[in-house]
C-alpha cells in the first residue's frame, strides 16, 4: 500500500520508519507548515533525518498532499477539540478523492463521528481508527472481532501519563507536583499536561468507545470527567492502609460516559503501574475480556496504526 503521511510527531515519524517493514511505501509526508512528496517513494530516513535538523520535512506545499498518490492517509496531526481540524477536513478531504483513513488522531471520531461515518457511506473509502483509542491495544479489533452488540460495558485505564504520576505516587509517598515535574523531566508528560491529568485524553477515548459501541452520537461534551489534579499524597497513603489504591477509570456503561479516579483493590487487574494500560470488556457471552500494555509511543502506536493498514489491504 502507498502510504501518505499527516502529521510528522512521534507517531507519523514512526510509521514512516516501520512502513517498509510492513511491506507499505510512504509517498508523501507532511508537517503544519511544509511536505515531502514522490508518487515513486520518499527515502524516508532522508525525510526524517531533514525534519530533526532544519525543522522542515521537505520543500512541498502540505496542501498538495491529498491531491497525491496514496492509497491510505495516515492522520497522525495533533488531536483537537471542538471541530477537530485539521484532522477532520484532511480526513473528508481522502475520503471525497475515494482514499482510505487511518487515525491515530482522536478527534475526527470523537467530536464529528457522525459526519465521519456519513462521509464514509459516500465514499470507496474506509476510516479505521484502533490507534486513536489505546496505542498497542488493540481495543477496537476486538471489540469488532466479538460484536459490538456482544459488549456490555468498557472500563479501564486509558491514559499512561495519569497513570504513572499516580504509581509514583503511590509507590514513593511523593505529592502530585512532585510526580509531574518527574515525569516531564522523563518525558512521560508534556510541557502542559492538561490533556492527560484532567482526563480529557481518557474521555476522549471512551467517547470513541461509545460511538463505536452505540453506533454513534457521542462528544466529548457526554463525557462526565473528573482528573487527578487535586488527589493529595495522603489519599494514596490511606488507600494502601485498607489494600488499596487510586487509578484514573475511564468507562462506557449503559449509554453513559465517565472518567474519574477511583478506589481499586491493590492487586486488581485495573491496578496497572508505571505507562501501563488496561481495558477491560464486559460480554454477554465471553465473561470479562482482560486486554493490557502500553497504551502510547510513537512506535506502540504506529503499530496499531500499521495493523489496520494491513486490514484495508
Known sequence: MKLAIMGAGAVGASVAELASTYGHEVTAIADSNSAAIDPDGLDTDAVLTSKRTSGAVGNDDPDDVLDGTYDVLVEATPTTLGDAEPGYSHTVGALERDRHVVLANKGPVAERYDEVRTRERNSDGRVLFDAAVGGAIPVLTTINDIGRSNVTAVRGVLNGTANFILSRMAAESLDYEHVLAEAQDLGVAEADPTFDVDGTD???????????????????????????????????????????????????????????PRLVPETGTLAVSGTQNIVQLHTEHAGRLNISGRGAGGHETATAVLGDISRLG
Not at 474521555?203 to 460511538?211: E, F, G, Q, S
Open 202 to 260: 481518557a474521555a476522549l477515548k471512551c467517547v470513541i468507545l461509545a460511538n463505536v459501541l452505540f453506533d454513534g452520537g457521542y462528544t466529548l461534551s457526554d463525557a462526565s470527567t473528573t482528573g487527578i489534579r487535586n488527589i493529595p499524597g495522603t489519599a494514596l497513603q490511606l488507600a494502601a492502609e485498607d489494600g488499596r489504591t487510586i487509578r484514573l477509570v475511564g468507562e462506557v456503561v449503559d449509554d453513559e460516559i465517565c472518567v474519574e
